[in-house]
């Protein structure tokens, strides 16, 4: 796990450092780009969305759970099933540092142009990643740079001992001047970024990512998007801890952190108004625009049967997704949430213990009605027999936002999607929504981390209206990109 000298004078290394704390509140700036719920990430620069899957589990060179990532670059011309495809680690020409055991190379993915010369970029989490001589997990972000032929050499921004930079990740323009930045939950590096230098400056931030395993029991998910309507990126995060108002295992707490003209301000822990109580995070957070009134909503994806809402129990069997409106004073938390689950009128299926319903979510417009919809994966899902094999669920946006009309569910076991529904394949551990054939709708990206013993695999849906049908659709697996068949976990995460 330690960072060795790169193979390729393109691979450079910066030290992210936390140089200012965290700036008080201030006023609105200059607007910023916001992607409308989802970064649309394109390496190759060819007006075709490109889509990056996680293999953190993969062996490379023997060296087991050293992590890589799959990326498909999205064509106008060619089927979803023989659209290009090529692997990254650490290992490859060009990328810094070596491949070894347990770096977890590809555990978080985002995609953000980050030097402004039009080509997205790809930045890669390895928490498991050492620096210097001691095993100290410091964790680093590898960012491979985009280009006309698709990601080139890469450089890489170290992490403090301990630190585990890379466990969570997310972008978007904080500071309102035009560049992207990244927020890992422990710092918040600010574009724009030198392909030597690295960011322009960086400053502290705490989302609870670091600390002891008793007290910090799940790494924290983020997101970006402006829920203020300010015009600058705020992040919303979903974490844990055993502190405060979290003294034991059980609820996880929603953070929001405003953007402002100096960048990321303090979180606030989101509660109900009406009752004090902290409001539940779940596992997986989405951030976007859902009724288009310049506000972006917060969209929960609270899987887990015993999650809990302050103290009191949530009665959603199988899991549930809650959405927090945003408004002009941020998360509007004085108006009621609007909740999905599987017992609800309209959405497929029926509530089970265990189904992880809402273990994913991620925003996208897959129908090409202008609206975001929503991926919500369950991978806990039982098929017929096969427990645990997994499902999603897409659910179509409309004038108000999210609606369960016409809602409509896959499986493995669904006409014309590859592959048979088995035990413990996890289908719906991760989702993701991108057009990677330029028609316009999204194609549904579904992630299988468990398929063939944790292999793992990707699927991909085309994207049609009202809803895709599974017609056209494509599946890859581990052997398919040269992996091998170890349990590397493919389908594990996207880019978000």
């Not at 917060?298 to 009191?312: F, K, N, S, Y």
């Not at 909740?339 to 129908?367: A, I, K, M, N």
Request: proline share 5%; net charge negative.
């Amino acid at each position: 796990m330690r960072t060795r000298s790169s193979r390729s004078s393109t691979a450079v290394c910066v030290v992210l450092a936390a140089t200012a704390a965290l700036s008080p509140a201030a006023l609105a700036g200059p607007a910023a780009a916001q992607a409308a719920g989802t970064t649309r990430a394109d390496f190759n620069g060819d007006g075709v969305a490109d889509t990056a899957a996680a293999a953190s589990g993969a062996t490379v060179d023997g060296r087991e759970r050293a992590g890589s990532v799959a990326v498909t670059y999205g064509s106008r011309t060619k089927s979803l099933k023989d659209q290009t495809r090529r692997v990254y680690s650490q290992n490859t020409p060009g990328v810094p540092g070596s491949a070894e055991r347990d770096d977890s190379f590809g555990a978080t993915l985002t995609a953000a142009d980050l030097d402004g010369d039009g080509f997205t970029d790809l930045v890669v989490g390895t928490p498991g990643e050492a620096v210097g001589d001691t095993d100290d997990q410091a964790g680093t972000l590898t960012v491979l740079w985009g280009a006309k032929d698709g990601l080139t050499g890469g450089t890489v921004i170290k992490g403090a001992p301990f630190e585990r930079l890379g466990v969570a990740l997310t972008a978007g323009d904080f500071d309102g001047d035009g560049h992207r930045d990244l927020a890992t939950g422990t710092t918040v590096a600010y574009g724009p970024f030198g392909r030597t230098a690295g960011p322009a400056h960086t400053a502290a931030m705490d989302a609870r990512v670091g600390g002891d395993a008793e007290d910090v029991w799940n790494p924290p998910v983020l997101a970006a998007g402006d829920v203020n309507g300010d015009g600058l990126d705020d992040v919303v995060a979903v974490i844990s801890h055993g502190e405060d108002e979290l003294p034991y295992h059980g609820p996880r707490l929603v953070n929001w952190f405003p953007g402002s003209t100096h960048g990321l301000t303090t979180g606030r822990t989101l509660h109900d108004a009406a009752t004090g109580q902290s409001i539940d995070g779940g596992r997986d957070v989405a951030v976007g625009d859902l009724d288009r009134d310049g506000h972006a909503d917060i969209v929960l994806g609270r899987a887990g049967d015993e999650d809990m809402q302050g103290t009191e129990d949530v009665n959603a069997v199988g899991g549930a997704v809650e959405i927090v409106r945003g408004g002009p004073s941020g998360p509007d938390t004085t108006v009621p949430r609007i909740r999905f689950d599987q017992d609800t009128v309209g959405v497929p299926g029926t509530g089970e213990y265990g189904d992880d319903w809402g273990g994913s979510v991620r925003l996208g417009d897959f129908d090409g009605d202008g609206r975001l919809d929503l991926a919500v994966g369950a991978p806990g899902e039982d098929v017929g027999s096969a427990a645990d094999a997994g499902a999603v669920t897409l659910l179509r946006g409309s004038p108000s936002g999210i609606t369960a009309s016409g809602a409509k569910t896959f499986t493995q076991n669904s006409t014309s999607v590859p592959g048979t529904s088995e035990r413990s394949d996890a289908f719906g551990a991760a989702v993701h929504l991108a057009d990677t054939t330029g028609d316009g709708r999204a194609e549904l990206w579904v992630g299988a981390p468990g398929e063939n013993s944790s292999a793992g695999g990707v699927w991909v849906l085309k994207g049609a209206s009202p809803v895709p049908t599974g017609t056209g659709s494509a599946a890859f697996g581990p052997s398919a990109l040269g992996l091998g068949t170890t349990a590397g976990r493919l389908g594990g995460g996207f880019d978000r």
